[in-house]
T-cell receptor, first 115, second 112 residues
Framework: GAGVSQSPSNKVTEKGKDVELRCDPISGHTALYWYRQRLGQGLEFLIYFQGNSAPDKSGLPSDRFSAERTGESVSTLTIQRTQQEDSAVYLC?????????????FGPGTRLLVL | GNSVTQMEGPVTLSEEAFLTINCTYTATGYPSLFWYVQYPGEGLQLLLKATKADDKGSNKGFEATYRKETTSFHLEKGSVQVSDSAVYFCALSTGGGNKLTFGTGTQLKVEL
């Protein structure tokens, strides 16, 4: 079956512009995560959605970052007034919810460059 | 809070050499432990996992044992191949959504 897909694969923007990144999780996966991977660093957790529960936003680095998810489908991550330090690869992952279902499946990522 | 420390790279080995990539962790509660791999130009893939102490995860000739007493999850392979060249990430998850905490990654280069 199809894996996690993300779009766009690459995005170049100017400082101060807003960007929107999209994630399509694996069908039937109720849990969805966003992570950020800056150059030379590990992945940082940003936000987590589980079904209709309130999202865990504890990893969002500033109020310029927000994310939405409609039901158990597509999610969008929005970065307002982008800064150069936002340049990174943004990864989305999804997971089947339930006991012993810890494995997250990652998309290919969106590479964001803020000039 | 949770954290993962893994050896810095790059690690350069000759084909058929023995590989160890060290990983230690700090966590509240009882984490599940993972190794993810990122091949050149590809997305992050799960390589292996272990969910409780003394469990051994294995896949594609790679192994890692969950050592609670030393809070470690070292990755090993007896004989590496050129195709194993990639970046390897150690990670853990705990309850409350199973969000992953990653190490910084170790780049492995295998040469003929």
């Amino acid at each position: 079956g199809a894996g996690v897909s993300q779009s766009p694969s690459n995005k170049v923007t100017e400082k101060g512009k807003d960007v929107e990144l999209r994630c399509d999780p694996i069908s039937g996966h109720t849990a969805l995560y966003w992570y950020r991977q800056r150059l030379g660093q590990g992945l940082e957790f940003l936000i987590y959605f589980q079904g209709n529960s309130a999202p865990d936003k504890s990893g969002l680095p500033s109020d310029r970052f927000s994310a939405e998810r409609t039901g158990e489908s597509v999610s969008t991550l929005t970065i307002q007034r982008t800064q150069q330090e936002d340049s990174a690869v943004y990864l989305c992952a999804s997971r089947i919810a339930g006991a012993n279902q810890e494995t997250q499946y990652f998309g290919p990522g969106t590479r964001l460059l803020v000039l | 809070g949770n954290s993962v420390t893994q050896m810095e790279g790059p690690v350069t080995l000759s084909e058929e050499a023995f590989l160890t990539i060290n990983c230690t962790y700090t966590a509240t509660g009882y984490p599940s432990l993972f190794w993810y791999v990122q091949y050149p130009g590809e997305g992050l893939q799960l390589l292996l996992k272990a969910t409780k102490a003394d469990d051994k995860g294995s896949n594609k000739g790679f192994e890692a044992t969950y050592r609670k007493e030393t809070t470690s999850f070292h990755l090993e392979k007896g004989s590496v191949q050129v195709s194993d060249s990639a970046v390897y990430f150690c990670a853990l998850s705990t309850g409350g959504g199973n969000k992953l905490t990653f190490g910084t990654g170790t780049q492995l280069k295998v040469e003929l």
